[in-house]
């Protein structure tokens, strides 16, 4: 690295990482009774951790609610943590729920008795006390903005991050692109010809809204400065950005 302060390492927790996987998702797909529908836009969260979900009063899911026997799974929740800039292997992460419904308020309140996430890293099993109890990081709803901002109009100061990466992790490169973002660091997608790599630039400190996340920014951007030979890439067309 290019500077000895740098040297925050910290990363979302299993519970906190689930909880913003389901903030940023646009998407819900449930399967209850044998059935699967999926649900865009109708889902949030309440304070004390239930999935709230706004469905049509002629869905089966509905029925399924009222009909399933009092403190049984009755559903499995499922939600893709997908990368808002195009790269190989879209999907980060995915996000299963079981439990079981209520019908609120002619809505549809789901209390998680199991929780798992999994993420390239594999998968693990979150306490749904967690969970509940987790709140989502809070750039997460607007991480998707954030990094196709910078894909898209600062590709220079992702070359210049590059600098910040180990050298053996660029070995035969052809593109850097922006994976996530979190309060804790910016990760960067390798894509070489036929495989590729994730590489984590933590902050010096967590980012907790957009005017910190600047700062932080900027201050990995003039670490990256201080590195005097930039490592450049293959100039080649990586191949295949689903």
């Known amino acids: 690295m290019g500077d000895d302060t740098h040297v925050w390492t910290a990363e979302p927790g299993a519970a906190e990482r689930a909880r913003s996987v389901l903030a940023a998702a646009w998407s819900c797909a449930v399967t209850a009774e044998g059935f699967r529908e999926e649900f865009v836009g109708a889902h949030g969260m309440s304070d004390d951790g239930r999935v709230l979900l706004e469905v049509p009063e002629e869905s089966a899911l509905l029925t399924a609610a009222i009909c399933a026997p009092r403190g049984e799974p009755s559903a499995v929740l499922e939600f893709a943590d997908v990368a808002p800039v195009p790269v190989r292997k879209r999907i980060r992460a995915r996000l299963w729920l079981a439990g079981r419904f209520t019908v609120e308020d002619g809505r549809l309140a789901f209390r998680a008795t199991r929780v798992v996430l999994r993420q390239a890293s594999g998968a693990v099993v979150v ?60 990760t960067l997608r390798i894509e070489r010809l036929r495989t590729g790599g994730d590489v984590r630039l933590p902050f010096h400190r967590p980012a907790d809204d957009l005017g910190q996340l600047t700062e932080r920014m900027h201050v990995l951007l003039s670490q990256a400065s201080t590195v005097s030979c930039p490592r450049p890439l293959q100039r080649q067309r990586a191949d295949g950005d689903g």
């Open 127 to 186: 306490d749904p006390d967690e969970f509940a109890a987790a709140r989502p990081d809070p750039l997460a709803t607007a991480e998707a903005r954030l990094l196709t901002h910078l894909a898209d109009c600062h590709g220079d100061a992702v070359d210049r991050l590059t600098r910040l990466v180990d050298p053996g992790s660029l070995h035969g490169a052809v593109r850097v692109r922006p994976l996530a973002v979190d309060r804790h660091g910016l």
